[in-house]
Each structure stands twice: as structure tokens, then as C-alpha cells.
């Protein structure tokens, strides 16, 4: 057996004018129910520091960059770092990433026991739209803030086992996890901030969204043969609802810990990394089954391209 007792780190609500030193207080909290609880790694959720800036619209760049972290770790973040190592935790959340180039990520790192970053991922599929959008009820410029990230999906060799990362939409999209898969991931780290209800569609609402949620993420986890762990930032921020529902998934797809709040929670499971091994060497014994010959539409072709009439 090769145990990660993992600490999905969900996040209530932050308002707009909440500080980073008072959720990084939150999230230290958070890391001392973990410790009393032995977990050896800790999640939060994508942009863990600050609330989900993406829905207000900005024209002013140094308004913007104010929701950025120009190094990491600074000073908000640096009792984070100090903490997991004195505990000798290993440690992933999501953050806003401006880059000494001027460029803006969303980004979430890995860190291990040792308290040193052994892994940075920037956001693939970044949703909605980059100019205000006066047809939706609320607005999600993601598109605006941030460019598409520039990583892919690494797999990084820590902790024991083999980990990857993606942000929050990335999960609805069955290459992030199969990319990862390719390089034998063993457990995937997700944060997500999803909005309550679909601001394009009003009668998409928190049980469908929370539906798609676990869809998602059990599909991941068992087409890989992989744990996925997903955790939220939820709750009412500024009159803007996020669903909770951060769960563990395990290899064969099961739920294993899910939350049943909208505030900081705390879900803790020993995880065998050892329990991906059967599904990689029987159903999903990529090497035996794939026929790759047949998937080059994948990577040839983004949208949809209709057969002939
Ligand atoms: N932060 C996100 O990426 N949110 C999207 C919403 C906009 C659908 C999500 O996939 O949950």
C-alpha cells in the first residue's frame, strides 16, 4: 500500500473586500484540522486567495493586477508554506499568477513535505468571455484576465506517487485527464470556483451543476484509473452563489468524501495509490487497448466538422 492521507481543503465564500492574510488565516485553520486528522496532503480550492474576481468587469490593468500574485511564496502566502512544512505536508492551491514578463496565469502549484514548489499548473480551458456580456445574468471574463495556459498537463514523481494538477473547467474535458493517464497519473489535485446557476441558462441551477460536477470527475478518475480529488470555493460571494460539493473520487470512480456545506470543510480519506494499479493493467491497460490510429480528429481538429449531406 502506498498511502496519501489527503486533505480536501473546501472554502467558504470570499468576499471582495475580504484580505488575503485573513483567508490565508482561514486556510491555516484549515491545515490544523488536516494535521489533527493526519493527512500528509492538503488541498484548496483555484484562486484560494482571493474571491472569484473573473465576474467583475475591469478596465483599469492596475485594478486587475491587484488580484495577482507576483511571487510565490510572498508575504500573505508564506505562513502557508512555513505551517505545511513544520507538519511535513505536502500542499497544492490555486492562485492568480502575474509573471515577471507581464503575463497572467491561473495557476494553481504543487509543494511537497519539504515545503519547496515541485510543480506549477497553468489553466488549459479557460471559460466564458472576454468583453462585458450584457445577455448574461452575471458576468465570467476569465477569457479577459488570464491567457490559456502554457504547461499542458504535466505529471510530476512526489510524495510517493505520480500527481497532476488542472483548474476547475479543465475537469469537464475528457483530454486533461487522459494526457495525464498517458504519463500513469495516480492522482489528479482539482480546484474549482463553478457558479450556482448557468448565467446563460437560469433553469441550470445548483443540483444540475453539481450533477455535472461528479460527472466529471468520477468519468476522470475511473477512465484513468486514477484518484481525482476536486474541492470548491462555495457559497455567496458578494450576492454570486458557488456550488460546494468537493468530493474524492477514487480509482473505480466511487465517491469517497464529499461535502455537505457551503463553508470551510474539511475531507479527509487515506488514499492507496497502490488501487490504481489493477484498472491500469486490465480494462485500461492503455498500452494493450488504445487504437490511436482512430483518434487523430483529437488533436487535428478543434470544433465540430460535419460528415458531407
Ligand atoms: N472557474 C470556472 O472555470 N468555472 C466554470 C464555469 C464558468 C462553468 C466551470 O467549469 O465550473
Known sequence: MRIVTLAAAQLGPIQRAESRQHVVARMLEL??????????????????????????????????DAWFEREMPNAATLPLFE????????????????????????TCILVDRTGKI????????????????????????????????????PVWRTEGGLFGMCIC?????????RVMGLQGVEMVLLGYNTPSVNSQKADEGPEKRLFHNRLSVQAGAYQNSTW?????????????????GSLIVDPNGEIVAEATTEDDELLVHACDLDA??????????????????????ITAQTGVELPPE
Open 31 to 64: 491545515m490544523d484540522q488536516a494535521k489533527a486528522k493526519g493527512a500528509t496532503m492538503i488541498l484548496y480550492p483555484e484562486l484560494a486567495l482571493t474571491t472569484f474576481f473573473p465576474r467583475w468587469y475591469m478596465e483599469d490593468q492596475a485594478e486587475v
Open 228 to 244: 481525482v480529488a476536486a474541492v470548491a470555493k462555495a457559497g455567496n460571494e458578494d450576492g454570486f452563489p458557488l456550488i460546494g
Open 169 to 177: 473547467n479543465d475537469r469537464r474535458w475528457p483530454e486533461t485527464y
Open 83 to 106: 505551517r505545511a512544512k513544520e507538519y511535513g505536508m505536502a500542499m497544492s492551491f490555486g492562485y492568480a499568477e502575474l509573471t515577471p514578463e507581464g503575463r497572467h496565469f491561473n
Open 276 to 297: 490504481t494499479k489493477f484498472g491500469k493493467a486490465t480494462i485500461f491497460d492503455f498500452a494493450r487497448h488504445r487504437r490511436i490510429e482512430h483518434y487523430g480528429r
Open 118 to 153: 515541485v510543480g506549477k499548473y497553468r489553466k488549459t480551458h479557460l471559460p466564458g468571455h472576454s468583453e462585458f456580456d450584457t445577455s448574461r445574468a452575471f458576468q465570467h471574463l476569465e477569457k479577459r484576465y488570464f491567457e490559456p495556459g502554457d504547461t499542458g498537463f
